[in-house]
């Protein structure tokens, strides 16, 4: 295995654990949660041997990070667009549709492999990792990291909420101008605002309303949840509301805009697409409808 990172452990050290003292002083472990898989695929070595997370560290200790065994995944020949790329991450646009990660082959962590190739920069992944997920039927901005440094930064940026998404929507009814939501979500503190674009008028609703979506927190299928429970669920949301039914329409769901620093240079970064062509199509399709009765 390579070494991609190490320690010497400097003499005073005070009582700590391996596993704390590692969080600490390592670049490349970003959270508690990481630093646990790391020493359960017996990737971080103390003296080139595998040693309990629980156990004291002793000055002179050499403690040493190891690069991971996982295999380059298989890569899935489909067409991705890149909307950014640069030696340390890539933004893609990603379809409806697929699974971000998983067991299965059809996901975009097989398909980054086949349309990002390998970064040149010397803490290069062997592929592009993503830090953040899409559900499958949602669409749009998807960040990767192509190299370690900016893998770890990227991932404490996350979860610090320094990275900010906006979202276009659907929804059903006539949402107000504006507003916040802060209605938790499995039991955790979760909160969303939401700024309305347009109002579509419908023969099945009487209204849609095109919005923008800001999450301010990541839990699961929150902006989904949150428009729900306001009594306007995302339009072709099967599981959280109900609502017109488009066969073959999908989630109209999409992550058009995000803002950070760039992880490495730390210079502000914008990035945004505009909403599919299906959200036009809904709209001229649902006016087009009610101008024949009303």
Request: aromatic fraction near 6%; charge should be positive.
């Amino acid at each position: 295995m390579k070494i991609i990172e190490e320690h010497i452990v400097p003499k005073g050290i005070e009582d700590i654990r391996l596993i704390d003292y590692a969080l600490e002083v390592f670049n490349l472990i970003p959270t508690r949660s990481s630093i646990k898989k790391i020493f359960k695929k017996g990737e971080l070595l103390v003296d080139g041997v595998n040693v309990r997370a629980g156990s004291w560290v002793k000055p002179g200790q050499k403690i040493m990070l190891m690069e991971s065994q996982k295999h380059i995944p298989k890569p899935l020949d489909i067409d991705i667009e890149i909307v950014y790329q640069d030696e340390h991450m890539v933004i893609i646009n990603k379809p409806a549709g697929i699974e971000v990660s998983g067991n299965k082959y059809y996901t975009i962590k097989n398909a980054l492999v086949a349309n990002v190739p390998r970064s040149s920069a010397p803490d290069a992944l062997k592929w592009p990792h993503t830090i953040h997920r899409l559900d499958i039927p949602t669409s749009g901005l998807l960040i990767a990291a192509r190299t370690s440094s900016a893998m770890v930064k990227l991932a404490k940026m996350l979860d610090n909420h320094e990275i900010e998404k906006r979202y276009r929507a659907i929804v059903n009814g006539k949402l107000p101008e504006k507003g916040i939501v802060e209605t938790s979500v499995k039991g955790m503190v979760a909160k969303s605002s939401y700024k309305s674009i347009q109002y579509i008028h419908s023969l099945t609703t009487q209204w849609a309303t095109l919005v923008d979506l800001f999450p301010h927190t990541g839990r699961t299928h929150q902006l989904r949840i949150h428009m729900a429970s306001l009594g306007h669920p995302v339009v072709g949301d099967a599981k959280y509301g109900e609502g017109p039914k488009l066969k073959g329409k999908g989630l109209f769901l999409s992550a058009v805009g995000i803002k950070l620093k760039h992880p490495i240079t730390g210079e502000p970064m914008e990035v945004s697409i505009t909403h599919p062509s299906k959200f036009d199509a809904f709209v001229e399709r649902e006016e087009r409808r009610w101008g024949k009765y009303y």
